[in-house]
């Protein structure tokens, strides 16, 4: 059995993943993209068993007659920001204070996937897109961002899913916390099975094991909240 999901996921599945493995189920494979890519890849008649995105992709396979009608609510993961291990921590706790943050910075660094498309669309309406435009670099995907954060120079600002921080806090990267509470976007992810899929048995064996209140609880502990 195999998965491909979005990739703000990934400890929170993993820990689930395990628990149904000690239980006697069988550990499927696991590919992480970002929501654009699964999109693409799905798009492109690429098969699996069990998708994982955002509810609105996932209605768009529906509707396309790509995923069964079953579908389990994984949880929901934050946005928050970085810096490179032991460069200074600004203060981000407050909108004041993360404004001041970003301004102060020598680059910005963000995605352009479902996250990243959410921090442009904040920043515009915080007022300070413009501002940083200049010096905002983008990749693709939020582990490219930790990866830039982690060896890059000078003083930097990235943002990513909280889980995702969380997987570089050992590989260079410092988490500073989660956005403020009045621009915080938590992003919601679904799991369904793959109309084609070659292990419909496995895969609903799986999703019905992900509803469980000790798989919720192994998501939970990974950071994908309830």
Known sequence: MNILSAGAVEPGLFAALALYEKQG?????????????????????????????PPALMDAFAAEGRVDAQRVVLG?????????????????????????????????????????????????KIGL?????????????????????????????????????RLYTERGVRYLGPLPSEVQQRNTYVASRMRDARDAQGAAALLEFLATPPARAALAAGGVEP
């Open 25 to 53: 189920g069988a550990r499927p494979a696991v590919t992480f993209n970002t929501a654009p890519q699964v999109r693409g890849r799905i798009a492109g008649g690429e098969t699996f068993d069990v998708v994982i995105v």
């Open 76 to 124: 929901a993961v934050g946005q928050g920001l970085a810096v490179r291990a032991g460069t200074p921590a600004p203060e981000v706790a407050t909108l004041e204070a993360m404004m001041r943050a970003l301004r102060e910075s020598e680059r910005v660094v963000f995605n352009r996937a479902t996250g990243g498309q959410y921090i442009e669309a904040m920043l515009r």
């Open 129 to 165: 897109y413009a501002e940083l435009e200049g010096k905002t670099v983008r990749y693709d995907s939020a582990g490219e961002v930790m990866r830039h954060l982690a060896a890059g120079a000078g003083c930097e600002i990235g943002f990513g899913p909280i889980t995702e921080i």
